[in-house]
């Protein structure tokens, strides 16, 4: 019995994958990963696997980023945790500090996965409005195809029907307003055109209910579960605008799309935007450990600030600003200043650009895209199980990607180079072929993306 046979067995007898139905690892074995080398997963019987998707777009600058397992090991020197509730540590305070700078907010709050930040900005935009006296606004607007995550007060604002249908019961709804996908685009309308065009909606949503909304959350610029679906800036600076005239909370969701990805560090800097709440996880320690993070408005946060215990945030989590994971977020942020990586990726991003032109030319790819770091196109093919044959038969040329129903999409490293990208160039227009000519690829895995 090979390593992988041995690690993959016992993985099936103990753990419940996330986002599967464990049946389907019948038909398609688990990969067994046993280190990270740069932009590549190395598994237990050698074979290496090119991480195009990032690992669920948590990795910036590849595995076992030495600046980062450094800051790590150093801080685990001095203090691993300790309870962020009547105490601080350096790490929590220089995070803070710097991402304030950043982005213009104030105070952060942590916790430690996207989802728990979503329901964090949820809740403290009701209880804003509780405490100023309107606490009949209480409801929430998102884009249609919106993900947010996956816990119940998240699932209100996702409209991913596979994640969210079966927990209706369970979940506060809010309104869905026309998505700006520039796909959407009508005969002879630009990506702006959609853009203002899905404004005009949102506005007239706003016009009639603000009343009752406290705030409106947008992941910007690209929708990620929605197949990458990318949208014009003017419709978040025109959304800016709304919420401020119709006093309504933006909540921007930028825990896939932040640090970088869409060119800029933060998405909304595209707009010249400042949300109400801004929403960071993912990418912000680099792909080592788990930590989240609101930032909010002075005004938010001097809401709360009051005699009365019930006007204060009670939200908790146990490890709340730890430590070694805002150390680890403090050394992401050093990269970018010393590599100079958003004026790299730019560079990167365009040379990419024309390796992958075969792959935009194949007669078989729709709606050709690109934002930042992120690359998609639709697949033209009558496969139902599109999504689950391309996963497998990528594994098999040694790349890890999971297209998004019939979206194809390329989300690495930032440490990728020319060979890299080429390696996922033939991959793809080799699977797109063997696809198209009935190649049998392999079974159903999981639930994707």
């Given at each position: 019995?090979?390593?992988?046979?041995?690690?993959?067995?016992?993985?099936?007898?103990?753990?419940?994958?996330?986002?599967?139905?464990?049946?389907?690892?019948?038909?398609?074995?688990?990969?067994?990963?046993?280190?990270?080398?740069?932009?590549?997963?190395?598994?237990?019987?050698?074979?290496?696997?090119?991480?195009?998707?990032?690992?669920?777009?948590?990795?910036?600058?590849?595995?076992?980023?030495?600046?980062?397992?450094?800051?790590?090991?150093?801080?685990?020197?001095?203090?691993?945790?300790?309870?962020?509730?009547?105490?601080?540590?350096?790490?929590?305070?220089?995070?803070?500090?710097?991402?304030?700078?950043?982005?213009?907010?104030?105070?952060?709050?942590?916790?430690?996965?996207?989802?728990?930040?979503?329901?964090?900005?949820?809740?403290?935009?009701?209880?804003?409005?509780?405490?100023?006296?309107?606490?009949?606004?209480?409801?929430?607007?998102?884009?249609?195809?919106?993900?947010?995550?996956?816990?119940?007060?998240?699932?209100?604002?996702?409209?991913?029907?596979?994640?969210?249908?079966?927990?209706?019961?369970?979940?506060?709804?809010?309104?869905?307003?026309?998505?700006?996908?520039?796909?959407?685009?009508?005969?002879?309308?630009?990506?702006?055109?959609?853009?203002?065009?899905?404004?005009?909606?949102?506005?007239?949503?706003?016009?009639?209910?603000?009343?009752?909304?406290?705030?409106?959350?947008?992941?910007?610029?690209?929708?990620?579960?929605?197949?990458?679906?990318?949208?014009?800036?003017?419709?978040?600076?025109?959304?800016?605008?709304?919420?401020?005239?119709?006093?309504?909370?933006?909540?921007?969701?930028?825990?896939?799309?932040?640090?970088?990805?869409?060119?800029?560090?933060?998405?909304?800097?595209?707009?010249?935007?400042?949300?109400?709440?801004?929403?960071?996880?993912?990418?912000?320690?680099?792909g080592t450990l788990p930590l989240s993070c609101?930032?909010?408005?002075?005004?938010?946060?001097?809401?709360?600030?009051?005699?009365?215990?019930?006007?204060?945030?009670?939200?908790?989590?146990?490890?709340?600003?730890?430590?070694?994971?805002?150390?680890?977020?403090?050394?992401?942020?050093?990269?970018?200043?010393?590599?100079?990586?958003?004026?790299?990726?730019?560079?990167?991003?365009?040379?990419?650009?024309?390796?992958?032109?075969?792959?935009?030319?194949?007669?078989?790819?729709?709606?050709?895209?690109?934002?930042?770091?992120?690359?998609?196109?639709?697949?033209?093919?009558?496969?139902?199980?599109?999504?689950?044959?391309?996963?497998?038969?990528?594994?098999?040329?040694?790349?890890?990607?999971?297209?998004?129903?019939?979206?194809?999409?390329?989300?690495?490293?930032?440490?990728?180079?020319?060979?890299?990208?080429?390696?996922?160039?033939?991959?793809?227009?080799?699977?797109?072929?063997?696809?198209?000519?009935?190649?049998?690829?392999?079974?159903?895995?999981?639930?994707?993306?």
């Amino acid at each position: 019995m090979s390593r992988n046979q041995e690690w993959l067995i016992r993985s099936r007898a103990a753990v419940w994958h996330p986002c599967t139905q464990m049946k389907r690892h019948e038909t398609l074995p688990i990969v067994p990963i046993a280190r990270g080398d740069g932009a590549y997963l190395v598994d237990f019987d050698g074979q290496r696997y090119l991480d195009g998707v990032s690992s669920w777009w948590v990795n910036l600058f590849g595995h076992n980023e030495t600046r980062i397992k450094a800051a790590i090991r150093c801080q685990l020197d001095e203090l691993d945790h300790v309870m962020l509730a009547g105490f601080t540590h350096r790490p929590v305070v220089e995070l803070s500090e710097r991402l304030s700078a950043l982005t213009g907010l104030g105070h952060a709050f942590y916790a430690s996965d996207g989802a728990s930040a979503t329901e964090i900005a949820l809740k403290m935009s009701f209880h804003y409005w509780k405490n100023q006296g309107r606490a009949q606004k209480q409801r929430f607007v998102s884009l249609e195809n919106s993900y947010h995550g996956e816990t119940v007060g998240a699932l209100a604002v996702t409209d991913v029907p596979l994640f969210s249908a079966t927990y209706a019961p369970l979940v506060k709804n809010g309104w869905r307003v026309p998505s700006p996908d520039a796909r959407g685009a009508r005969d002879g309308e630009s990506a702006r055109d959609v853009a203002l065009r899905a404004a005009a909606s949102l506005e007239n949503l706003l016009a009639k209910h603000h009343g009752e909304i406290a705030a409106l959350i947008v992941e910007p610029l690209v929708q990620g579960a929605a197949g990458m679906a990318m949208y014009d800036a003017a419709y978040l600076t025109r959304a800016r605008a709304l919420c401020d005239q119709y006093q309504i909370h933006l909540i921007a969701d930028e825990i896939a799309v932040g640090f970088g990805r869409t060119g800029t560090l933060f998405a909304c800097e595209q707009a010249g935007i400042r949300p109400d709440f801004l929403c960071l996880s993912k990418g912000i320690t680099g792909g080592t450990l788990p930590l989240s993070c609101v930032l909010s408005s002075d005004e938010i946060y001097q809401a709360f600030y009051h005699d009365d215990v019930t006007r204060g945030f009670l939200h908790s989590h146990s490890y709340t600003g730890n430590a070694l994971a805002c150390s680890a977020a403090l050394a992401v942020l050093d990269i970018f200043e010393q590599d100079q990586v958003l004026a790299r990726n730019r560079e990167q991003a365009l040379r990419f650009d024309v390796l992958l032109a075969p792959l935009q030319q194949h007669p078989r790819v729709r709606n050709w895209r690109r934002c930042g770091m992120i690359w998609a196109f639709e697949v033209d093919s009558a496969r139902a199980d599109f999504a689950q044959a391309f996963f497998a038969a990528m594994l098999k040329l040694g790349c890890l990607l999971r297209p998004i129903g019939k979206t194809v999409y390329f989300m690495p490293p930032y440490v990728v180079n020319e060979a890299d990208m080429a390696l996922l160039r033939d991959a793809t227009l080799a699977t797109l072929d063997a696809l198209e000519q009935g190649a049998s690829v392999g079974a159903a895995q999981t639930a994707l993306p």
